[in-house]
């Protein structure tokens, strides 16, 4: 029996296919997406960087920057009364720089020399005249200016009644010094010893209103991150005038200290440290 060699009928190199599903409507929006995808990846440039990166706690501090420049651009208007404080004050010191140019060497001189403060204060009727009573009122508008834009930066309290306010009472305790070192004066038969201590006041308050106005202006102009240097040098600057200004005071009355100690005792505190008691306490309390 002859042995049949049986093949298969089918070719032994045919691969069996499987099939294939049909791509669902859902994986053809894939492939239309990623292939947007990628063609924008080859037309853009992709080392191109739209932002800087910024941190989260950085928007804060950046829409508090934007803020106080939109609130700056707003308040520096025609309206702006401290704008225009400002432009009466540098009009005042343009008319006292007319009368006299050398004004501000002859108030360096009168605060380091009081000899020459001594003479020059006699030249000058110890004040009363048109240039220092002009110096006088660029500080009084100034100082109170300097403590309203000091106040309402730092407490919000932007209201032009609380200007007013300091204004007047700025003009009543500084006025009201000299007119009672004049009576003091008068009553103790001490006149030219108290119209020289006046004179010695207006001489520092000269000094005083030129460097508040300076402050104010960059105060006014400058960046609100400014404020709080500015009004630390300005309080720091008084004092030392204050300061200044007694040690002067002491020099002129030196002669009578001794055998009239209780009444300068008890002008000291009544006039030179229980004011400014009084409004730290007021403005403790109401801040």
Not at 19 to 38: C, G, R, Y
Not at 167 to 190: P, R
Not at 196 to 219: D, E, K, P, Q
Request: net charge positive.
């Amino acid at each position: 029996m002859n042995p049949t060699l049986s093949g298969q009928q089918g070719n032994p190199f045919d691969i069996a296919r499987i099939d294939v599903e049909q791509p669902t409507k859902a994986s053809t929006e894939l492939d239309n997406t990623s292939k947007q995808e990628l063609t924008k990846l080859d037309t853009d440039n992709p080392f191109e960087i739209s932002h800087i990166p910024i941190r989260k706690n950085q928007f804060d501090e950046i829409k508090k920057l934007n803020s106080s420049d939109e609130n700056k651009q707003e308040n520096i208007e025609l309206s702006y009364i401290p704008l225009w404080l400002i432009v009466l004050s540098m009009c005042l010191l343009a008319v006292i720089f007319i009368m006299r140019r050398d004004h501000l060497m002859y108030i360096f001189r009168s605060i380091n020399n009081s000899n020459f403060m001594r003479s020059f204060g006699y030249t000058e009727n110890y004040g009363l005249n048109k240039i220092y009573t002009l110096g006088y009122l660029i500080f009084l508008i100034n100082c109170s200016l300097f403590i309203y834009l000091v106040v309402s930066g730092l407490y919000k309290l932007d209201r032009i009644n609380v200007l007013a306010y300091i204004m007047g009472f700025s003009i009543i305790f500084f006025v009201g010094k000299h007119i009672f070192n004049s009576l003091l004066g008068w009553t103790f038969i001490k006149t030219k010893e108290a119209q020289l201590y006046n004179f010695c006041i207006s001489t520092f308050n000269n000094l005083n209103g030129i460097i508040f106005l300076i402050l104010n202006i960059l105060i006014v102009f400058g960046n609100d991150t400014w404020l709080k240097p500015l009004a630390l040098f300005g309080v720091a600057f008084f004092i030392i005038a204050l300061l200044s200004r007694h040690y002067k005071g002491l020099l002129i009355i030196y002669k009578y200290f001794n055998s009239h100690f209780f009444h300068f005792f008890l002008y000291f505190c009544t006039f030179e440290i229980s004011p400014w008691l009084i409004v730290y306490a007021y403005v403790n309390k109401l801040f």
